[in-house]
């Protein structure tokens, strides 16, 4: 690996956007890319464009094409993906592939996701699958992890709960981020229960938003002053054996080994994390899937200040899913940007000094008690 | 709804089950299993039951994988119930005995407060929510096997 560079990064706000379309919000952040990138759109020799929920909730298929040409791409190889949370991440992966294998020299990847539309209720991971049928939703599965976790290692709701605190502290500082509010312990604590233990602050909000990534090879980046290399560029599916423990996922531990081994770093290199904080328990699940603590011990981690702005190993600095948001289709690529924009030394109030190295880390889907889709993205200065 | 009522439903046959060949239900209304498959070539078993072996890809057998087990993890939902199901509803893993599968399943909605990782549980089969179609159906849920104190419901 480390044949691709991100060239250029950009993102509009998550939120709400009840007025804005997919295909807006998409070519808002793809134009950002490219001026960031300071690459015209006759340069793009591929462009992949994610959205999870899009044909489902929109009723759009195909969006990419309409997204590409909204910045003048057309005629190129253009990919939909949809991979859950992960479908932005995957289309980087895709991308990098293709910059590795000499297909390419400069690719434009697209997250964008429409979620705020009336009706929407809990995604799922498919209405056909028994358990979608006998009443799984996406947020009890992270309750029952968080549940056998506090069985097995005796970690408190108030540990727990101090994710949601200082996500949500971090986004203050990022002025992309959906919730812009700082929240106290006994507001997440206190805030309606979802699905035992965790109550909603512990859980991400359904946002909309779009992010972008443009993609070069490495000769191309020697051009470049603000190109960030790509390390390692790693997805992976779930092993859906039984029985699957609840308090690790096997998936995550396989996966970031396999990150770990491709970027030639590990842990004790990283300055900087963002991984897939869907809920409370999740951010402490992949603190020692990481490597960053050991197993039972990631409920600390947060508690001590370790993974806030100015701790050992910062972990999403940007607010991560449970701060900035999570519009599905855009998440992966929003945890690219803020690794890249950190990586520069460009971010401002929440920036962790001296930024070398970091990862932006994602999961998503379940089955079968496992996770769908695994992605890591190890990045260097 | 009372447990008998439930029973009554259960053996009545006259409603559909949420998905077809998941549940094993004796006509003289015995303890229902639910039924999963087991490859015989393999011996590996499964929930619910593949067309193919995952190992092997050939056929996979019917088979019943259990009725009874302990509660692995388990929460109470406590926001909209999807597929009319009650609010609140409980779910779970339950490491069945009879074949080592962990399996995920509805709890018994008149007992959500009385599960804890590592008691005991039966299945039982009952009307609880609707299907696709938004018609009344069965649907298998796992229940205390030494009833609690019926006030804790």
């Known amino acids: 690996m480390g044949a691709a560079c991100v060239a250029g990064v950009g993102m509009i706000p998550f939120g709400k956007h009840v007025e804005r379309t997919l295909v807006d919000m998409g070519s808002v952040a793809a134009y950002l890319a490219l001026e960031d990138a300071g690459i015209g759109p006759g340069r793009v020799g591929l462009g992949v464009f994610a959205s999870a929920a899009a ?53 434009l990847v697209v997250g964008a996701e429409k979620l705020c539309v009336p009706g929407v209720g809990l995604l799922n991971s498919g209405e056909t699958e028994l358990d979608t049928r006998l009443g799984m939703v996406t947020p009890a599965g992270f309750a029952m992890r968080a549940a056998r976790y506090i069985h097995n290692y005796g970690a408190s709701a108030a540990q727990l709960a101090s994710v949601a605190v200082k996500n949500r502290g971090h986004a203050v500082l990022n002025p992309y981020a959906h919730f812009r509010k700082a929240v106290t312990l006994e507001e997440v604590l206190s805030s309606p229960v979802v699905a035992d233990p965790l109550t909603r602050m512990q859980c991400c909000p359904m946002s909309d938003g779009a992010a972008a990534v443009v993609l070069c090879s490495r000769e191309e980046a020697r051009r470049m002053r603000r190109a960030v290399c790509v390390k390692a560029a790693i997805l992976c599916t779930g092993s859906y054996e039984n029985p699957a423990d609840l308090d690790r996922w096997e998936t995550d531990y396989r996966g970031c080994a396999q990150g770990y081994e491709a970027a030639g770093i590990g842990p004790e290199d990283l300055d900087v994390v963002e991984c897939h904080d869907a809920f409370t328990i999740a951010e402490i699940l992949h603190y020692e899937a990481l490597g960053l603590c050991g197993p039972g011990e990631g409920a600390n981690l947060a508690v001590r200040g370790e993974t806030r702005l100015g701790g050992r190993i910062p972990v999403n600095v940007s607010g991560g899913l449970i701060g900035r948001g999570h519009p599905p289709g855009a998440t992966g690529l929003a945890q690219v940007h803020e690794i890249v924009t950190q990586l520069r030394g460009e971010a401002g109030g929440r920036q962790v000094r001296n930024a070398k190295a970091g990862l932006a880390h994602c999961m998503g889907g379940d089955k079968d008690g496992d996770t769908k889709s695994f992605t890591m993205i190890v990045m260097a200065r | 709804m009372t447990r008998e009522k439930e029973r009554e439903n259960a053996g009545a046959g006259t409603l559909p089950i949420v998905m077809p060949g998941i549940l094993d239900i004796p006509a003289d209304g015995g303890q229902p299993s639910l039924l999963g498959g087991v490859c015989p070539s393999c011996g590996v078993r499964y929930f619910p039951r593949p067309s193919r072996c995952r190992g092997c890809l ?26 009319g199901l009650p609010e609140p509803y409980a779910i779970g893993y339950v490491d069945l005995e009879e074949s080592a599968l962990r399996v995920f399943c509805l709890l018994d909605p008149q007992a959500v407060e009385m599960f804890r990782i590592g008691i005991p549980v039966r299945l039982a089969v009952g009307a609880l929510g609707r299907d696709a179609r938004g018609a009344p159906c069965l649907r298998p849920y796992f229940t205390p096997s030494v009833p609690g104190p019926r006030g804790a419901a």
């Open chain 2, 58 to 83: 050939g056929p996979v057998e019917e088979s019943p994988v259990g009725a009874k087990g302990v509660v692995y993890s388990f929460t109470v939902i406590r926001i909209r119930a999807p597929l």
């Open chain 1, 55 to 107: 044909p489902r909730l929109l009723g759009e298929m195909t969006s990419g094409q309409n997204v590409f040409w909204e910045v003048g791409i057309h005629r190129i190889p253009i990919l939909n993906v949809e991979n859950a949370c992960t479908s932005g991440s995957t289309a980087f992966v895709l991308a990098c592939n293709a910059i590795a294998a000499g297909q390419v020299d400069v690719a």
